[in-house]
């Protein structure tokens, strides 16, 4: 893997943390657009929840990400 901001590959794994009630300590992607349920909080009900791998370049430190389905 190359970073797409300076081509480097000097990329360094790691995770986005998400310490949000509720969350299990990482953040995860899902499709569509944001939409607000009644309380306010994301309405994901049904929907897949992708894992996030994070990478960040120790030349820049610009930060690539990832989306694996969840297991």
Do not use: N
């Not at 944001?34 to 994301?42: C, D, I, S, T, Y």
């Not at 309405?43 to 996030?52: C, T, V």
């Not at 610009?62 to 969840?70: D, I, N």
Request: glycine share 12%; charged share 30%.
């Amino acid at each position: 893997m190359r970073c797409s901001q300076c081509d480097r590959r000097d990329l360094q794994p790691g995770f986005v943390e998400d310490s949000g009630e509720g969350s299990r300590g990482y953040a995860r992607w899902i499709e569509g657009a944001l939409e607000r349920g009644v309380f306010g909080g994301a309405k994901r009900l049904g929907k897949p929840r992708w894992i996030i791998d994070a990478y960040r370049c120790t030349h820049c430190s610009h930060l690539e990400f990832f989306a694996r389905p969840p297991e």
